[in-house]
């Protein structure tokens, strides 16, 4: 390499098209690797000892089958909720959500992550206070 004024120019023209194909090799690996990195860092250990408060949209007749999918994915059954518009979490707690309504085919899985007072409205009553992660999403299926 020099170091004259042009010098990457003409170290570039330098590389043949085999070493410029390891290159881009390289450098995409590295890129995945920092990836995988990134996403292991937002993974969240559940917490089995915490409260889960199933959203089941109307679809009541999916609970049964929503609080095996949950129990089988690390939940404790007797910590399953079901949501109520008064009832809601705390920090740390886990929201289930039926998802998409009208007719479910998978669990939204979220961490309750902020609990303010709110007044309750018609749609959300209390839950409109609260803040929220998702943290994965599991099939009913």
């Known amino acids: 390499m020099t170091h004259e004024k042009g010098h990457i120019r003409r170290d570039i023209e330098k590389i043949k098209f085999g070493e410029l194909t390891v290159l881009s090799v390289v ?18 250990e559940i917490n089995p000892q915490k409260d889960v408060y199933l959203f089941l949209h109307g679809s009541t007749d ?22 109520t ?17 009208p007719d479910p085919d998978h669990i939204i899985i979220q961490l309750i992550t902020g609990v303010k007072e709110v007044e309750p409205d018609k749609i959300f009553g209390l839950w409109k206070g609260v803040s ?9 299926e």
């Open 27 to 44: 450098i995409m690996a590295v890129i995945a690797v920092l990836i995988a990195l990134m996403l292991e860092q937002d993974k969240i």
């Open 85 to 101: 518009s008064e009832n809601v979490g705390s920090v740390g707690d886990y929201m289930a959500m039926l998802w998409m309504p």
């Open 62 to 83: 999916l609970r049964e089958k929503a609080e095996t999918v949950l129990v089988a994915y690390g939940f404790q059954k007797e910590k399953i909720i079901t949501a």
């Open 132 to 140: 929220n992660k998702d943290i994965d999403t599991i099939s009913l």
